[in-house]
Nanobody, 124 residues
Framework: QVQLVESGGGLVQAGGSLRLSCAAS????????MGWFRQHPGKEREFVAG????????YYADSVKGRFTISKDNAKNTVYLQMNSLKPEDTAVYFC?????????????????WGQGTQVTVSS
């Protein structure tokens, strides 16, 4: 059974930083495409960042490019999202997701396992 558990969310002032973690079990992150999504209240879940298996290619939404960095530690079977220069519009519930294959998907439909989400709140 695949489980993804996010942590690291919280309240931060604009301009600050947070690092989200996603600990995986039942599936190795080294063999999976991992993604981070976020969901604003009343909105659909949107892609934030993804990282491939193997060659560790990454892809980011335009809204976070240059501010967020996705990475993974295969030894810990954990994926991270380092978020810098946070803005109030980054406030959302952030979800970790996993899929098999080699291509980063930007639609939630591409992923077959999800974490429970962690709240990130950025105050102005």
């Amino acid at each position: 059974q695949v489980q993804l558990v996010e942590s690291g969310g919280g309240l931060v002032q604009a301009g600050g930083s947070l690092r989200l973690s996603c600990a995986a079990s039942g599936r190795t992150v080294s063999n999976s495409v991992m993604g981070w999504f976020r969901q604003h209240p009343g909105k659909e879940r949107e892609f934030v960042a993804g990282i491939t298996s193997g060659r560790l290619n990454t892809y980011y939404a335009d809204s976070v490019k240059g501010r967020f960095t996705i990475s993974k530690d295969n030894a810990k079977n954990t994926v991270y999202l380092q978020m810098n220069s946070l803005k109030p519009e980054d406030t959302a519930v952030y979800f970790c997701a996993s899929k098999l294959g080699v291509i980063i998907g930007t639609s939630p439909n591409h992923y077959d396992h999800w974490g429970q989400g962690t709240q990130v709140t950025v105050s102005s």
